[in-house]
Every structure is written in C-alpha cells, then in structure tokens.
C-alpha cells in the first residue's frame, strides 16, 4: 500500500508570492491533517479534513487555507507569502476509525 | 488545555548503551490517545507506537518498549541496546479524542554515537 505523497518535495518562492501544496492520502483515509514545522516552533496544527469538511482548524492567519476533494486529496494554499513561511510542511492521514495519523515526507518551502 | 512536555531538548549516548525519552502530557479528558512518532533526518514522521487511556498495560517491541503512567501522567520510550540507526528526533504526541488535533511535543534529538 503507498503512503502519504506530498507534492513538490521541495519550493522556492518569492516574499508576497502564493504557493500551492499537495497531498495524497494512504487509499481509504478519508481524514488529512496539516501540519508546519519550523525550528522555533516545532510541529503545528494548521488543519485537518474530513469527508471534505474542514473539522479542525489551528491558529493560523487567514493565508492559511486548505481544501479536500471526493478522493480525499488535499491542498493547502499560502497566500501573500512571508518570510516567516519557510517550513517543512507535513500532511498526514488517518483511516477510518484510528487515531493514529501516517505521515508523509513533507514539502519544504523557502521563501525568499 | 491540551499539552505535552518533552523536557529532554538533545540526548547523546553510546551505542549499546540504554536510553529513556521522557514525555509529560496534560489533558482533562478522560478518553485520549498518546502517540510516539521517530523523524530521521529524510523529514517524515514515522509513527511508532499508539496508546489509549484506558490502557495502561506497557508495551514491548524488540528493542523499544513504552512505560504509561496515568498517575504521574507520563508516557515515556525506552530504547535498549541502542544502535546509531536510532538516531533521530523523536516525538511524544497526543489527542485529546478521536477527533480532536494531534498536538505535539517539541521533541528530542537523540544521537547514538558508534
């Protein structure tokens, strides 16, 4: 069975920049969270998906936004990028009825 | 409010040696879920081990095993007889229910050195 597959690996954007994230979840998890990782901060919950309802949302600002399709894909999308944006972003899924979540290998973006 | 506590920022050990990795957790649920994950350094988390509250048995997998302690609130990670491969960042993480957040602890960087 795959795993999670996020998509680009990595990206290089520019400061006011928006920038597109994808992730593909293990087949049959209909749940995908988001999470950033950054040294100072650590991991941080940005959202998760459900059935294609966003059911939990971090403290993040609004240029922070996500959706999920019918296959349970999802994409996150950073607007008016800032410099403080470099991270690794991680997506995860969980199948139905687990707690646990399986990650993938994450897409780091720099913004410079 | 939902919080895990791994005091514990960098560990250096020998190989061979044994190591523990602390976690502190605080939730008022009754019901939730602790998590171990392992990031080396290719950047994905791999998850390691899930426990529920409701379970306090320990658990033992080759050279991993985890001590849950509701009283002291703490679900720590033991690695035995450790080799360089174990070197890695690893998290304690938790949920409060099943379909609340994974929050997570800052982790702890270990390095087993040959």
């Known amino acids: 069975k795959a795993g999670v597959t996020q998509t680009p690996r990595y990206l290089i954007k520019t400061r006011g920049q928006q920038v597109t994230l994808s992730c593909s979840p293990i087949?049959?998890?209909?749940?995908v969270s988001w999470y950033q990782q950054t040294p100072g901060q650590g991991l941080q919950f940005l959202f998760e998906?459900?059935?294609?309802?966003?059911?939990n949302k971090g403290n993040f600002p609004g240029r922070f936004s996500g959706r999920q399709f019918s296959n349970s894909r999802s994409e996150m999308n950073v607007s008016t990028l800032e410099l403080g944006d470099s991270a690794l972003y991680l997506c995860?899924?969980?199948?139905?009825?687990?707690?646990?979540?399986?990650f993938g290998q994450g897409t780091r973006l720099t913004v410079v | 409010a939902q919080k895990v506590t791994q005091a514990q920022t960098e560990i250096s050990v020998v190989e061979k040696e044994d190591v523990t990795l602390d976690c502190v957790y605080e939730?008022?649920?009754?019901?939730?879920?602790l998590f171990w994950y392992k990031q080396p350094p290719s950047g994905e988390l791999v998850f390691l081990i899930r426990?529920?509250?409701?379970?306090?048995q320990n658990e033992i997998s080759g050279r991993y095993s985890w001590n849950f302690q509701k009283s002291t609130s703490s679900f720590n990670f033991t690695i035995t007889a450790s080799q360089v491969v174990d070197s890695a960042v690893y998290f304690c993480a938790l949920r409060a229910n099943r379909d609340d957040k994974i929050i997570f602890g800052k982790g702890t960087r270990l390095h087993i050195l040959p």
């Open positions: 087949s049959g998890h209909r749940s």
């Open positions: 998906y459900f059935s294609e309802t966003q059911r």
């Open positions: 939730t008022r649920d009754t019901t939730y879920y």
């Open positions: 426990r529920n509250s409701f379970d306090e």
């Open positions: 995860a899924s969980s199948p139905p009825g687990n707690t646990e979540a399986f």
